[in-house]
């Protein structure tokens, strides 16, 4: 035993020391993570009952609805259930939107868990998602030509993914924002423009002097100040430059930093918000009229917003008729962020769990416990490896090929004990 301890004691200067504890939080993150995306959905029932969900796991499959063909999407169950040896694009999360397996879009294949469905969900809307292509480039992801590491970030509005220098902004800090609104929806959504100026993480104000503008409001930014009651954007009427001026000046712009309410500080400008977004007939003005009256900047760029932003928007009959007319009245809803499916699922998947692993770490005694997590990293090893062939391929890994996998392990541990010789000094 001597001679053994010697060996296993040079063995662990080389290698590092990593306690079952730090092995278990490593993977009770990755399960957390998992937790978060797939957690509200249904891993075993068709989502197609309920309706358009408001918000769901989603895949698009490319074996049975290839690039030129219709688009479609598929829930988590289906994904496993009928489409489990296909080559299947993860959409992340989509909100409104009704499972369409095995429906008209599939020429040659029939829903197992839920057949009985319509032709079409008309209800549903699909872009370039559903064929594994991304951003204003249409590139997949990950990108094989793409060189450049750059993260993806999800647009709330339209809910394409974009390349962070695709965004004509660059990112902040990966926790410093919680959702993105892309250049094409800040354009059509432009009311959204004064809000930015106050509630942005990167504020777009017009608070800067000498902002350099094209006297024909041509360029990348204009400064604008509708007038009073218009929930439409006007470009801010600028001095004609005396003859023998350049085209281009310098527009000074005064600093606003107070709304043109009977409050003066943004904390009040924002409790005004929220007591307006929570009962709307008690507040008699229309907030962003009230911050259409201030000089902002519009930008060709995306917008970061912080937690919680959604709730600042006016709640008022004619700005919640503007959002129904622009098909963005999920805004309103605090439950359609990704942000509260993803808490929503940890929270459904945390009363559910226990932790054996834990539970049976805590009655052993150091040998046991030693020999638990050698059994343990050969297992996490091999069910990496293992996985790893299916992740390569695109196909999703069924219950029988995780049975497969465990079999095969008991086998080779058998093999490996019936083997083993002792040693006693």
Known sequence: MAGAEGSAGRQSELEPVVSLVDVLEEDEELENEACAVLGGSDSE??????????????YACSTCTPEGEEPAGICLACSYECHGSHKLFELY????????????????????????KAKINSGNKYNDNFFGLYCICKRPYPDPDDEIPDEMIQCVVCEDWFHGRHLGAIPPESGDFQEMVCQACMKRCSFLWAYAARLAVTKVSAEDDGLVLNVDGIGDQEVIKPENGDHQDSTLKEDVPEPGQDAVKEVKVEQTNEPCTSSSSESDLQTAFKNQHLNPESQAGCRLQELNAQQFLKKDTATYWPVNWRSKLCACRDCMKMYGELDVLFLTDEYDTVLAY?????????????????????????????????????????????????????????REDIQQFFEEFQSKKRRRVDGMQYYCS
Do not use: H, W
Not at 45 to 58: D, F, H, I, N
Not at 93 to 98: E, I, L, M, S
Not at 352 to 381: A, F, G, H
């Open 342 to 398: 993803e808490n929503k699922g940890k929270v459904d998947q945390a009363a559910d769990r226990r932790d054996p692993l834990m539970d049976t770490l805590n009655s052993m005694d150091r040998v046991q416990q030693v020999e638990l997590i050698c059994e343990y990293n050969d297992l996490k090893t091999e069910l990496k490896d293992y996985l790893k062939r299916f992740a390569d391929e695109g196909t999703v890994v069924k």
């Open 45 to 58: 029932k068709c989502s197609y009952s309920q309706g358009s969900v408001k918000r769901q796991a989603l």
């Open 93 to 116: 999360t989509k909100r409104n939107f009704r499972c369409d397996c095995g429906n008209s879009k599939f020429k040659n294949l029939e829903c197992k868990l839920f057949p009985d």
